[in-house]
């Protein structure tokens, strides 16, 4: 069941895929934070981020119980999707309404607000494709998302080239999101239509049935939003427009790395299911400790290369005029790490049924966070949003892995750990010594980590071979 040839090929598919949106993206932070300047660039984060967080409401854990519940065997795929989306599309329609009402009683310049209204079609664009992104996951066919993604991710940058050239204002630029959402909705509606079919449906005893469901799931998501996104935007309240633009590039630029576990995850969450439901409790404790240590390997390099490389990043990126964005982002480095292993331990809580377990730690950890929050932001501003979010985030791995223990009594085998925690010292160490260009530092960090993976046997020959063969399982 645990087909590690398929789910490779899809992530490997998925992450090539992610890597040519994350140029585009980081080709377009690039732009924006030197025609902005870091005041504009916080005036720009601080729309996107109060959208988020009112698109994070808007979830409310539907996208992980429509997966679970369409890959339950002999599910009615059709009647489970068009109900979602159809609540979907009336619960986005209120918020987004609500939304730039809501804006007005922030103490925000009224360039922000305004962006928050014309800006707000994207957000509701994004919450149905989210919805579509579940179909495509449980089918296996996530190539296709990435790649409506990279079309609309091209024309996003097209746009503002465009807008930029034109020397136009905040507002025109903000537009750029509208034209990306538009292009990816159309492009995956589109494809979608071979695995699925919506029809306009309103069940009302269904969408109770649902909701029930989702409860636990939402409630923690919104939970998780307080610890997660709550400090940019208590940032944009209590410091001004350029300490929000210096908090904002190393965040955006992690941002699109925390997609990554959630790629992997949505594939894997089908295959967790259906061993817990079956009763297999080795084989999911297998695919989980799999996860797991894939994600060591993954994480660790990237730790190194984002604390060592800090400032070639930083410089490359947004230029000269952030420098304080250069810590920051080698302290935002940790929590991002660490959101691969939350994510994974409260899939495998999802997969046992046990998310109502979690409502209380989250609880905890959220009213930590905001306290901690409205503590320290005032006083130190984008260091005490930083390191508050790194505590947050560890409280939840601490959490999460405790209550899967305690339902599924999986425990983490650390020998992967151990031999990685070493490989990625000396890595480190090799890269503090050399004095060339952080892309090239970058590449040979990155080559001799996996030299090493493979000498030490983490990588097996045999797993290559599973990979990359062309037989099937």
């Known amino acids: ?142 190539h296709k998302v990435v790649l409506a993604e990279t079309v609309a991710k091209v024309l996003f940058l097209a746009s503002i080239s465009l807008f930029i050239y034109w020397k136009s204002n905040l507002l025109v630029i903000l537009m750029a999101n509208n034209i990306n959402s538009i292009i990816f909705f159309i492009v995956l509606a589109i494809s979608a239509k071979k695995y699925i079919q919506y029809r306009w449906t309103v069940d009302f005893k269904y969408w109770k049935k649902f909701l029930i469901l989702a409860w636990p799931i939402g409630l923690t998501t919104v939970l998780n939003l307080i610890y997660f996104k709550a400090d940019t935007l208590i940032l944009s309240i209590f410091q001004p427009d350029i300490h929000v633009g210096f908090y904002g590039v190393p965040y955006k630029i992690l941002e699109v790395i925390t997609v990554m576990p959630h790629l992997i995850l949505g594939l894997v969450l089908p295959i967790f299911t259906v061993y817990w439901i079956q009763g297999d409790v080795d084989n999911f404790k297998f695919s989980l400790q799999k996860v797991f240590d894939l994600f060591i390997i993954l994480t660790f390099p990237m730790i190194v290369i984002f604390i060592a490389e800090a400032r070639g990043i930083i410089n490359f990126i947004a230029g000269a005029e952030y420098p304080a964005s250069i810590e920051i982002l080698q302290i935002l480095i940790w929590p991002t790490a660490l959101i691969f292993f939350s994510s994974l331990f409260n899939y495998g809580i999802i997969a046992v049924e046990k998310q109502k377990k979690t409502i209380k730690y989250f609880l905890i950890t959220a009213l930590v966070s905001l306290i901690g929050y409205l503590i320290f932001i005032p006083r130190f501003s984008y260091y005490g949003a930083a390191y508050m979010t790194l505590i947050a985030e560890l409280l939840i791995v601490l959490f999460s892995y405790y209550l899967l223990n305690k339902y599924s009594h999986w425990k983490i085998n650390w020998q992967v750990f151990y031999k990685v925690s070493i490989i990625s010292l000396l890595t480190y160490f090799i890269l503090c010594i050399l004095k060339l260009n952080f892309v090239v530092e970058s590449m040979i960090g990155i080559g001799i980590y996996f030299i090493f993976l493979i000498l030490l046997r983490i990588i097996s020959k045999d797993l290559i071979k599973e990979v990359f063969s062309n037989n099937k399982h």
């Not at 090929?9 to 932070?29: C, D, E, F, M, S």
């Not at 979602?84 to 987004?96: D, K």
């Not at 360039?111 to 089918?139: P, R």
């Open 1 to 142: 069941m645990f087909n590690t040839r398929k789910i490779a090929h899809n992530t490997i598919i998925q992450i090539v895929g992610k890597a040519a949106n994350v140029l585009i993206g980081v080709l377009a932070i690039s732009y924006l934070t030197r025609y902005l300047s870091p005041a504009g660039f916080g005036q720009y984060t601080t729309v996107l981020t109060f959208l988020q967080i009112l698109g994070i409401f808007l979830d409310f854990g539907l996208y992980i119980v429509l997966l679970r519940e369409i890959s339950r065997p002999e599910a009615d795929k059709n009647f489970i999707f068009s109900n979602v989306l159809t609540l979907r599309i009336v619960s986005g329609i209120i918020f987004f309404i609500i939304a730039p009402t809501i804006a007005l009683f922030f103490p925000y310049p009224g360039i922000v607000k305004w962006g928050i209204a014309l800006t707000s079609l994207a957000f509701f664009l994004n919450s149905l494709i989210q919805v579509y992104s579940a179909v495509f996951q449980k089918e296996m066919k996530m």
